[in-house]
C-alpha cells in the first residue's frame, strides 16, 4: 500500500468509530435504510455476499442500496483471491465505501465453501486475498476476524495473522472478541458460549497503534462503548442495533458531536413507510419484508407490543403501508372496528 492510500486510511479511520454489523438475514437494503434514518454518520454494512453469488448470481439484486445508505460497506465470503479481486471491483463500481472480508463466520455452510473463520489458519492466503483486492480498488479493503480458533486463546495466533495480513495492505480490522469454535456449536452459540475477551484487542491495538482496530461482541449499552473508545479505534454493534434501532438516535450527538438531526420515532416511521411505497413503485417489494426490520422502534414504550403485532400481521398485507401504520397509532378498541371494514 502506498504513502498516500495509509494517509488517507489514517483521515477515513473515523469512518469505523461506530458501525452496525454484517448480519445474514438481517442487514439488507430495508434494513439499513432504516438505520440511515436515525444516525448520518453510522457505518453500515451489507449482510456477506459470497463471491459465487457475484459471479454466477444476480448482481444487481445483491448489490443494489440507497444512496442515502452512505456510508456502507459490502462484507465479501470467498477465498480466491481472483475471484475476490473481482467482486471487490464490482462493489467498487457499485459505489459501496469499503469492501471488507468475511474471516470470523463460524457457520458450517461458510466452513464447506472454505471462507469465514476457518480462514484464520491461512493468514497468507487472507494476505493474497487482501492483495488481490487492494491492487484492484481504491476505497479501503478491511478484515473482521475472531480473536482465536477453537480453544487456541493464543495472544500470538491472532497478533501474527493480523500483522501478516496488514503487510498485504489491510489497514483496518474489526475484531469480535470471542473465539470461534468451528465444530460443536452452532452460529447461535458462537455468539453466546466462547468468552468475551475485550483485553486482547486491547492489546492488539497497542501492538499496532498505526492500524484501525475496532471491536465487536456483546456490546449492548453506551457506557461499554464509551470504555471501548478510550482503548480502540471503533466500535462495532451486532444484534442490539437490530432488536433496538432507536439506540442509533442518540449515536451521531454522542459519537460524532453532531446533534442538528432532530427526529422522533414517529417521524422516522412516516419516512418508512414512504421508503415502502417508493420500493413497490420501483421493485414490487411488498411493504410487509420491510416491516420487519422495523419491529424494535418503540421497544420500551406503552403500546409497543400492540404496534409491534399491526406492523408483523399478515392479515393487513393486502393493505397499503399508510393505512397499516394509521391501524398501528389508533388505539386498540378503535382499531378493531377499523380492522373488521378491511
Not at 443494489?64 to 456502507?72: G, K, L, Q, S
Not at 474489526?174 to 468475551?196: F, T, Y
Request: glycine share 6%; with cysteine; net charge neutral.
Amino acid at each position: 500500500m502506498s504513502t498516500e492510500q495509509v494517509i488517507k486510511n489514517q483521515q477515513h479511520s473515523n469512518m469505523w468509530r461506530m458501525s452496525v454489523a454484517p448480519m445474514m438475514d438481517w442487514t439488507d437494503k430495508h434494513c439499513r435504510y432504516l438505520h440511515r434514518q436515525l444516525s448520518r454518520h453510522a457505518l453500515l454494512y451489507t449482510e456477506m455476499v459470497t463471491t459465487g453469488a457475484l459471479l454466477h448470481g444476480d448482481v444487481a439484486r445483491h448489490l443494489r442500496f440507497e444512496v442515502e445508505e452512505h456510508p456502507v460497506a459490502l462484507q465479501l465470503g470467498g477465498s480466491e483471491p481472483a475471484d475476490l479481486a473481482h467482486s471487490a471491483r464490482l462493489g467498487e463500481q457499485w459505489g459501496y465505501d469499503e469492501i471488507n472480508l468475511n474471516c470470523g463466520c463460524p457457520s458450517e455452510r461458510v466452513q464447506r465453501g472454505a471462507f469465514g473463520a476457518c480462514l484464520m489458519n491461512e493468514a497468507a492466503l487472507v494476505a493474497d486475498c487482501v492483495k488481490a483486492m487492494v491492487d484492484t480498488v481504491s476505497v479501503p479493503v478491511t478484515v473482521k476476524h475472531r480473536i482465536g480458533i477453537d480453544r487456541n486463546e493464543s495472544y500470538e495466533f491472532m497478533r501474527d495473522f493480523v500483522g501478516t495480513v496488514a503487510d498485504a495492505g489491510c489497514q483496518v480490522f474489526i475484531v469480535h472478541a470471542r473465539n470461534a469454535w468451528l465444530k460443536g456449536l452452532s452460529p447461535k452459540e458462537n455468539r453466546e458460549i466462547p468468552p468475551l475477551r475485550y483485553e486482547v484487542v486491547a492489546q492488539l491495538k497497542k501492538e499496532f497503534p498505526h492500524l484501525t482496530i475496532a471491536i465487536n461482541g456483546g456490546i449492548k449499552m453506551d457506557a461499554t462503548v464509551q470504555q471501548q473508545l478510550e482503548v480502540v479505534d471503533g466500535v462495532m454493534i451486532g444484534r442490539e442495533a437490530y432488536h433496538n434501532p432507536w439506540w442509533l438516535a442518540s449515536w451521531d450527538a454522542l459519537y460524532y458531536g453532531d446533534d442538528s438531526r432532530q427526529r422522533t420515532r414517529e417521524s422516522v416511521e412516516e419516512q418508512m413507510v414512504l421508503y415502502m411505497e417508493r420500493e413497490a413503485r420501483a421493485h414490487g417489494t411488498h411493504w410487509y419484508a420491510i416491516a420487519r426490520h422495523m419491529l424494535g422502534l418503540r421497544n420500551g414504550l406503552p403500546g409497543a407490543r400492540r404496534w409491534r403485532q399491526v406492523w408483523s400481521d399478515h392479515r393487513l398485507k393486502h393493505l397499503a403501508p399508510a393505512e397499516v401504520m394509521k391501524l398501528a397509532r389508533t388505539k386498540p378498541q378503535q382499531a378493531s372496528e377499523l380492522l373488521s371494514f378491511a
